[in-house]
C-alpha cells in the first residue's frame, strides 16, 4: 500500500524545538520531491520547504527560513522537518507530500502537483 505517515507534532512553548517524520510506504522516497506545507486556521495551504535527495536540493519560504530544516534517512524511507525557534505563528497542521517528478526545490515546485500526501500532524506553540 501506498502512502505517507507523518507525526512527531504536538503542544510546545515559544523558542522550542520539534522534529517531523514523514515515513513513506510503497515506494522510495528517495527518487521523489518531498513538500512540507502547513495550514492555520483561517489562513491559506502555506509551503514551508521542499525536499529533493535525488537532486540534492532544498527549499525554505522566507517565514521558516534559518528555522526549519529537512533532512532525509534512506535507510527509514523518511524525511524529516526538524523546527527550531518555533513561535506561536507557527501553530498550524503540518503535512508533507511527495511527487513522483524529481524538481530543483524552488517555491513554484511546491506550488505544483504533488502525488501523495500525509494525514497531517498539529503543532501548536504556545507559551
Known amino acids: 500500500q501506498v502512502q505517507l505517515v507523518e507525526s512527531g507534532g504536538g503542544l510546545v512553548q515559544p523558542g522550542e524545538s520539534l522534529r517531523l517524520s514523514c515515513v513513506a510506504s510503497g515506494f522510495p522516497l528517495d527518487v521523489h520531491t518531498v513538500g512540507w506545507f502547513r495550514q492555520a486556521p483561517g489562513k491559506e495551504q502555506e509551503g514551508v520547504a521542499c525536499?529533493?535527495?535525488?537532486?540534492?536540493?532544498?527549499y525554505y519560504s522566507d517565514s521558516v527560513k534559518g528555522r526549519f530544516s529537512v533532512s532525509g534517512d534512506n535507510s527509514r524511507n523518511t524525511v524529516y522537518l526538524q523546527m527550531n525557534s518555533l513561535t506561536p505563528d507557527d501553530t498550524a497542521v503540518y503535512f508533507c507530500?511527495?511527487?513522483?517528478?524529481?524538481?530543483?526545490?524552488?517555491?513554484?515546485?511546491?506550488?505544483?502537483?504533488?502525488?501523495?500526501r500525509s494525514q497531517g500532524t498539529q503543532v501548536t506553540v504556545s507559551a
Open positions: 525536499f529533493s535527495r535525488a537532486i540534492i536540493g532544498t
Open positions: 507530500a511527495a511527487a513522483r517528478d524529481q524538481y530543483y526545490c524552488s517555491a513554484a515546485v511546491l506550488g505544483r502537483h504533488f502525488d501523495y
